[in-house]
């Protein structure tokens, strides 16, 4: 009982589907977890219970455990995951089914339940807490073998196991928040372990094997992947994966606060690092709640213009379609992509794309109005008139709203395997959020020749989404680069370096222990990924963005 060797099999609802079997059948694990749940998922499953109330969790999973649940049973592997969604409940009640038709009938299912919130106005159509870990450990102790949840924190898949696995008390937050790290690190399956990673070359990362952690009983880990798999795991795809999507020192969950400014990373061998030193502090006296609601209709076309006079072209398109539409719609946007290049050897490369964006709370606004519009001018536009794709019916949108409630108000309930219902206590002591103070910064570089180059040559990023903000870290890949990197890239350089930022508020936090800068760019993403606002709606490519900018860089690091 001194190591709980708890595994990774689903970063998201679309993960790959033979994860399972490969966890389950490649190496020793106690506990593997899945993570299917994101902003955009919570949206389509409401969807999907809206056509039917039976529905609204992950139909992927359920598949998956018809050649994981023996696999699991065999092994004696606990499984726990967020795939209920927004309805955990039927879940689980599939799942037993399932059992029963496998010659399981010993396999014990329990559920966790009680995020789901009244809705707080008209148009919403799933408000949900994002539980902590305790329900999660309720129904282990209670002998369950399968764990379902609804929304819970991604971190709260790992922190509720080694609760239940250690016998931790709910104040022991140092142990508590080395949990919420570890799960932090293999919530988002191989992006620790080589996937999504900005210095890939030179390794194998065709299929990345999913990743583990062994987890220690005061709170340290390792984070690993089983042998003979695919990809690497090094201090730096550790790092990355600490630094994705989130902000600040202070990392905020229901069983604790992890202090990321504590964080220390050190290898252990290949293909292991060991994190140690997480400081934890109590929980915030608030539970987050994520408001997913139709924000209207929305479409779009997307004009190719190849050749010669792109941006002559580009107008004149634009101001024929603006004149044809009957109602203009609430929102309408335009971006031009120079996709072409100069004396192109194929007609592809020669081409950029003009997108017309559109959105209204009236779908007449948006729809066959539109793309009418555009098409009756394929003989009378601009010389070599095509579309990507032919018109089509404007497409209801969704919006990610954060908020936040008092925990106490929020019944966590753990449903054991038995039917017996058991409500998870709110925290006795909490702590409300506050910025650390920034922390001394190296001493700078002295003096020397520069070279105007990429930013990537001397720091990785990884980038994403927030609701509407988003969120990159960047980190030096030496100490040298670190001192550089520390005092070069401030809020405003970053402004000049991602021009789309520049009118926006910019928050730096800096974590020296990882190297790294924590940028949060709020507003970035409009509404959200739901509501596609943006080319890039989930920030992915952002830092890679960034990294491709040129600046002037010490040829000491180059």
């Given at each position: 009982?001194?190591?709980?060797?708890?595994?990774?099999?689903?970063?998201?609802?679309?993960?790959?589907?033979?994860?399972?079997?490969?966890?389950?059948?490649?190496?020793?694990?106690?506990?593997?977890?899945?993570?299917?749940?994101?902003?955009?998922?919570?949206?389509?499953?409401?969807?999907?219970?809206?056509?039917?109330?039976?529905?609204?969790?992950?139909?992927?999973?359920?598949r998956?455990?018809?050649?994981?649940?023996?696999?699991a049973?065999?092994?004696?592997?606990?499984?726990?995951?967020?795939?209920?969604?927004?309805?955990?409940?039927?879940?689980?009640?599939?799942?037993?089914?399932?059992?029963?038709?496998?010659?399981?009938?010993?396999?014990?299912?329990?559920?966790?339940?009680?995020?789901?919130?009244?809705?707080?106005?008209?148009?919403?159509?799933?408000?949900?807490?994002?539980?902590?870990?305790?329900?999660?450990?309720?129904?282990?102790?209670?002998?369950?073998?399968?764990?379902?949840?609804?929304?819970?924190?991604?971190?709260?898949?790992?922190?509720?196991?080694?609760?239940?696995?250690?016998?931790?008390?709910?104040?022991?937050?140092?142990?508590?928040?080395?949990?919420?790290?570890?799960?932090?690190?293999?919530?988002?399956?191989?992006?620790?372990?080589?996937?999504?990673?900005?210095?890939?070359?030179?390794h194998?990362?065709?299929?990345?094997?999913?990743?583990?952690?062994?987890?220690?009983?005061?709170?340290?880990?390792?984070?690993?992947?089983?042998?003979?798999?695919?990809?690497?795991?090094?201090?730096?795809?550790?790092?990355?994966?600490?630094?994705?999507?989130?902000?600040?020192?202070?990392?905020?969950?229901?069983?604790?606060t992890?202090?990321?400014?504590?964080?220390?990373?050190?290898p252990?061998?290949?293909?292991?690092?060991?994190?140690?030193?997480?400081?934890?502090?109590?929980?915030?006296?608030?539970?987050?709640?994520?408001?997913?609601?139709?924000?209207?209709?929305?479409?779009?076309?997307?004009?190719?213009?190849?050749?010669?006079?792109?941006?002559?072209?580009?107008?004149?398109?634009?101001?024929?379609?603006?004149?044809?539409?009957?109602?203009?719609?609430?929102?309408?946007?335009w971006?031009?992509?120079?996709?072409?290049?100069?004396?192109?050897?194929?007609?592809?490369?020669?081409?950029?794309?003009?997108?017309?964006?559109?959105?209204?709370?009236?779908?007449?606004?948006?729809?066959?109005?539109?793309?009418?519009?555009?098409?009756?001018l394929?003989?009378?536009?601009?010389?070599?008139?095509?579309?990507t794709?032919?018109?089509?019916?404007?497409?209801?949108?969704?919006?990610?709203?954060?908020?936040?409630?008092?925990?106490?108000?929020?019944?966590?309930?753990?449903?054991?395997?038995?039917?017996?219902?058991?409500?998870?206590?709110?925290?006795?002591?909490?702590?409300?959020?506050?910025?650390?103070?920034?922390?001394p910064?190296?001493?700078?570089?002295?003096?020397?020749?520069?070279?105007?180059?990429?930013?990537?040559?001397?720091?990785?990023?990884?980038?994403?989404?927030?609701?509407?903000?988003?969120?990159?870290?960047?980190?030096?890949?030496?100490?040298?680069?670190?001192?550089?990197?520390?005092?070069?890239?401030?809020?405003?350089r970053?402004?000049?370096?991602?021009?789309?930022?520049?009118?926006?508020?910019?928050?730096?936090?800096?974590?020296?222990?990882?190297?790294?800068?924590?940028?949060?760019?709020?507003?970035?993403?409009?509404?959200?990924?739901?509501a596609?606002?943006?080319?890039?709606?989930?920030?992915?490519?952002?830092?890679?963005?960034?990294?491709?900018?040129?600046?002037?860089?010490?040829?000491?690091?180059?």
């Amino acid at each position: 009982m001194s190591v709980l060797r708890i595994g990774n099999a689903s970063g998201f609802y679309g993960d790959r589907f033979d994860a399972v079997r490969e966890m389950l059948t490649g190496g020793e694990l106690d506990v593997l977890t899945g993570d299917y749940l994101a902003e955009l998922t919570m949206l389509l499953l409401a969807r999907d219970r809206m056509k039917d109330p039976a529905l609204g969790y992950a139909k992927t999973f359920l598949r998956q455990m018809e050649e994981g649940l023996g696999l699991a049973h065999e092994r004696g592997v606990k499984i726990v995951t967020n795939a209920g969604g927004l309805n955990p409940a039927s879940l689980a009640e599939e799942l037993r089914a399932l059992a029963a038709r496998l010659g399981l009938p010993e396999v014990r299912v329990a559920h966790v339940e009680g995020d789901r919130l009244p809705a707080p106005r008209d148009g919403v159509l799933a408000a949900h807490a994002y539980l902590g870990g305790g329900g999660i450990a309720a129904c282990l102790r209670g002998g369950a073998d399968v764990v379902v949840t609804g929304r819970v924190t991604d971190a709260a898949l790992v922190c509720g196991p080694a609760a239940w696995w250690f016998g931790w008390g709910p104040e022991e937050y140092d142990r508590l928040a080395g949990a919420v790290v570890a799960g932090h690190v293999l919530e988002c399956g191989t992006q620790a372990t080589g996937g999504n990673y900005a210095f890939f070359e030179g390794h194998d990362v065709r299929r990345p094997g999913f990743p583990l952690a062994e987890l220690y009983e005061d709170g340290s880990c390792v984070i690993t992947k089983h042998d003979r798999t695919g990809g690497f795991v090094d201090v730096g795809t550790v790092t990355a994966q600490l630094l994705y999507e989130t902000a600040g020192a202070r990392y905020a969950g229901p069983d604790a606060t992890a202090r990321l400014d504590t964080v220390r990373l050190v290898p252990d061998g290949p293909d292991r690092v060991r994190i140690s030193g997480v400081r934890g502090e109590p929980p915030p006296p608030t539970l987050k709640v994520g408001v997913n609601r139709l924000g209207g209709w929305r479409n779009e076309v997307v004009f190719v213009l190849t050749g010669l006079d792109i941006e002559a072209k580009a107008r004149l398109v634009r101001a024929q379609v603006e004149d044809a539409l009957p109602v203009k719609p609430a929102e309408v946007r335009w971006e031009l992509a120079r996709t072409d290049r100069e004396d192109a050897a194929t007609e592809e490369t020669a081409s950029a794309l003009l997108r017309l964006v559109v959105r209204d709370t009236d779908p007449e606004a948006v729809g066959r109005a539109v793309s009418g519009a555009a098409i009756e001018l394929a003989l009378g536009s601009y010389p070599g008139f095509h579309v990507t794709a032919p018109p089509g019916k404007g497409t209801p949108y969704g919006v990610f709203e954060a908020g936040y409630v008092d925990a106490g108000t929020v019944t966590h309930t753990a449903v054991l395997p038995d039917g017996e219902r058991v409500t998870i206590p709110a925290p006795a002591r909490t702590r409300s959020l506050a910025d650390v103070p920034e922390p001394p910064l190296p001493e700078p570089l002295p003096p020397g020749p520069v070279r105007r180059a990429p930013l990537g040559l001397v720091a990785g990023a990884r980038s994403g989404d927030k609701g509407g903000d988003a969120n990159v870290g960047v980190w030096a890949t030496t100490d040298a680069a670190w001192r550089w990197l520390a005092h070069t890239l401030t809020a405003d350089r970053l402004r000049e370096l991602l021009p789309e930022a520049a009118p926006l508020d910019v928050v730096r936090h800096v974590l020296p222990n990882l190297r790294a800068l924590n940028f949060v760019v709020t507003g970035l993403l409009g509404e959200g990924v739901a509501a596609q606002a943006r080319f890039d709606p989930q920030a992915k490519g952002l830092g890679e963005w960034l990294r491709a900018r040129h600046l002037d860089i010490p040829e000491a690091l180059l």
